[in-house]
């Protein structure tokens, strides 16, 4: 199954929501402080593969599940009949039975349930986008520093076999410096009412660039067009960063077919990632081009370099199992996530540079 998620609904229809998974035991109620105890909020699309993730962990339970759509209530009383189920999330967010809350819902909802999950001393677990603006973002990790608590953004992505293999040849030198990062996420809908798709499917991409290349982009371009509504459907975002580097993220909600591919060029070698792939996901192929100067022409001299292909053993673990469990650690250890709330303000910079550069048709916005 694809990682990528429509964003859950507070209120759904459920049409989506409906997809039979396997149903986890959940954990026993323990009086245990080292039990972490979890309300999840929102049980659209995204929602049921967090309770089941998180239902399966040791140390981790369940508390609550929060909904306002008695469909999806009704979802939850028949995968996990003894799980509390309510359209009430101020009681969950308020609860003296939860230690930390799921943020499974719109992004336009983030902020309010997280501010007020923080407020009460909660740590907090938020859906990609982590919010829908900067200022939003930073007044939370200001308010979770201020309580010593975890914030932590689903960028699941970022727990997948292939983006720790590509990691792992980066930080080797394995790639040399790196030239440039291109990805393509294309497919037909899922088409959004509340987000754009820059906002739908880019945090994916984004969220894997600025975790692979490590650097503070300089500049965003972003064009794109409105076909079929008031938001735009098909979007292209170039980011700049310093050392020559170069990225390109291509989004496209009217593609005939779906389309998950990633290039990464480095001066030794270069990555393809085609995230379709059952098996060979990742394929490090050492082709290149070598430059130098010529000794008695004013010309640089290029030669090609053809060698090998081969595909890396990559862990083929759920990314988000291991997402939640790495969550309930860090929250049981009282230690900062790498995808904390300053990643998941990043990505939403470069949300919010590319809207702008959209409204402009391409302007160039500094970062």
């Known amino acids: 199954m694809s990682l990528e998620a429509q964003p859950d609904m507070i209120s759904v229809d459920g049409s989506a929501a409906g997809k039979a998974w396997p149903v986890p035991v959940l954990a026993s109620h323990s009086s245990c ?3 972490i105890r979890i309300g999840v909020i929102g049980y659209g699309y995204w929602g049921p593969q967090i309770v089941r993730n998180f239902a399966g962990l040791e140390g981790c339970q369940v508390a609550s599940v929060c909904d306002k759509s008695s469909a999806a209530l009704k979802r939850v009383h028949q995968a996990y009949p003894s799980l509390d189920a309510t359209s009430d999330a101020a009681g969950v967010l308020s609860s003296a039975t939860v230690d930390a809350v799921a943020v499974v819902t719109p992004v336009w909802t983030h902020y309010e349930l997280a501010k007020v999950a923080l ?12 919010t829908s603006s900067a ?5 939370l990790i200001e308010l979770a520093e201020k309580k010593s608590l975890i914030i932590m953004v689903d960028h699941t992505f970022l727990f997948t076999g292939a983006v720790a293999k590509i990691r792992e040849l980066i930080d080797a030198g394995a790639l ?10 294309v497919n037909l809908g899922l088409f959004q009412h509340d987000v754009n798709v820059v906002w739908d499917l880019a945090p ?3 969220s894997i660039m600025d975790n692979l290349i490590g650097l503070d982009p300089e500049a965003i371009v972003a064009t794109g067009e409105k076909h079929l509504g008031g938001l735009e459907d098909v979007a292209y975002i170039t980011i700049y960063f310093k050392r020559g580097i170069i990225a390109h993220v291509n989004v496209n909600w009217l593609s005939p077919v779906k389309v998950r591919t990633t290039l990464i060029g480095g001066e030794k070698k270069m990555v393809v990632w085609n995230d379709l792939e059952p098996d060979e996901k990742v394929k490090v192929y050492d082709k290149g081009v070598n ?3 010529g000794e008695r022409v004013r010309q640089l001299l290029i030669s090609y370099r053809s060698g090998d292909m081969w595909a890396p053993k990559v862990e083929q673990t759920e990314a988000l199992k291991k997402e939640c469990a790495y969550f309930i650690e860090c929250v049981s250890k009282g230690e900062k996530p790498f995808n904390d709330g300053v990643a998941g303000l990043r990505v939403v910079r470069m949300l919010e540079a590319s809207d702008r550069s959209l409204k402009e048709r391409g302007k160039v916005v500094p970062l």
């Open 33 to 35: 402080s080292s039990t």
């Open 119 to 130: 407020e009460n001393g909660k740590h907090v677990f938020v859906e990609k986008p982590f």
């Open 135 to 139: 200022a939003q973002a930073q007044e």
């Open 176 to 185: 040399g410096d790196l030239y440039y990062y291109d990805s393509t996420r």
């Open 204 to 206: 994916h991409d984004l």
């Open 291 to 293: 430059v130098k100067s």
